[in-house]
C-alpha cells in the first residue's frame, strides 16, 4: 500500500518531527509512506493552497481529506476502510490535510472520503501525528497485533 499525505505547513518543532518520525518508522512495515509539505501561503489564499494541494494528488490514489463535517470513523471502522480500500485494487491513498484556513471546495469535490476526528479544531501540525496514529493502529488491527487502547 502507498499512502500520501499532502499537507500545508511544515513542522518546525522538534517534538512533532521526533513524534512523525516515529510513525513513519512504525509504518514502514505496512505501507510505502509519503509525506509532501507544501508551503503555507503567505496571503492566506484558500484557493491557491487548494490547486497547490490538488496538484500533489498522486494519479489513480483514493483521496481522503481531513475535513471537521466529513464522517467518523470508530478505529475499528477506519481499520476496515484502509483494508477494504486495498482489498478493492485500490492500495494508493492520499490524505490532505489543510492549513489554518483549510481549504476550498474543489478540494472537498475531489476527495472520495471526507474524514472527521472530532468537532475539535487542532492544529495541523497535532493533526498530522494523530492521523499517523491512527494510521499505524488500522494497520495493527488489520494484521490481528496488539496494540493499546
Same mark, same amino acid.
Given at each position: 500500500?502507498?499512502?500520501?499525505?499532502?499537507c500545508i505547513g511544515?513542522?518546525k518543532?522538534k517534538?512533532?518531527?521526533d513524534a512523525?518520525a516515529?510513525?513513519?518508522?512504525?509504518?514502514?512495515?505496512f505501507?510505502?509512506m509519503? %509525506?509532501?509539505?507544501l508551503p503555507?501561503s503567505?496571503?492566506d489564499d484558500?484557493h =491557491?493552497? /487548494?490547486?497547490?494541494i @490538488?496538484?500533489k494528488i +498522486?494519479?489513480?490514489?483514493t483521496v481522503i481529506?481531513l475535513? %471537521?463535517?466529513?464522517?467518523?470513523?470508530?478505529s475499528?471502522?477506519?481499520?476496515? =476502510?484502509? /483494508?477494504?480500500?486495498? @482489498?478493492?485494487?485500490r +492500495?494508493?491513498i492520499?490524505f490532505i490535510?489543510?492549513?489554518?484556513?483549510g481549504?476550498?471546495?474543489?478540494v472537498?469535490?475531489?476527495a472520495?472520503?471526507?474524514? /472527521?476526528?472530532s468537532?475539535f479544531?487542532?492544529p495541523?501540525?497535532?493533526?498530522?501525528v494523530?492521523?499517523?496514529?491512527q494510521?499505524?493502529?488500522?494497520?495493527k488491527?488489520n494484521?490481528?497485533?496488539?496494540?493499546?487502547k
Open positions: 500500500m502507498n499512502i500520501t499525505v499532502v511544515t513542522l518543532e517534538y512533532w518531527k512523525q516515529e510513525y513513519l518508522k512504525r509504518l514502514s512495515r505501507a510505502k509519503n %509525506i509532501l509539505e503555507e503567505r496571503s484558500v =491557491e493552497e /487548494s490547486s497547490r @490538488l496538484a +498522486p494519479k489513480n490514489a481529506a475535513d %471537521i463535517t466529513g464522517r467518523r470513523f470508530s475499528v471502522d477506519f481499520a476496515k =476502510e484502509i /483494508s477494504g480500500l486495498a @482489498l478493492s485494487g +492500495p494508493d492520499c490535510i489543510g492549513g489554518s484556513d481549504y476550498d471546495d474543489t472537498r469535490k475531489a472520495g472520503i471526507r474524514l /472527521s476526528f468537532d479544531t487542532f495541523h501540525q497535532l493533526m498530522r494523530i492521523l499517523l496514529e494510521l499505524y493502529r488500522a494497520f488491527i494484521a490481528n497485533e496488539k496494540y493499546h
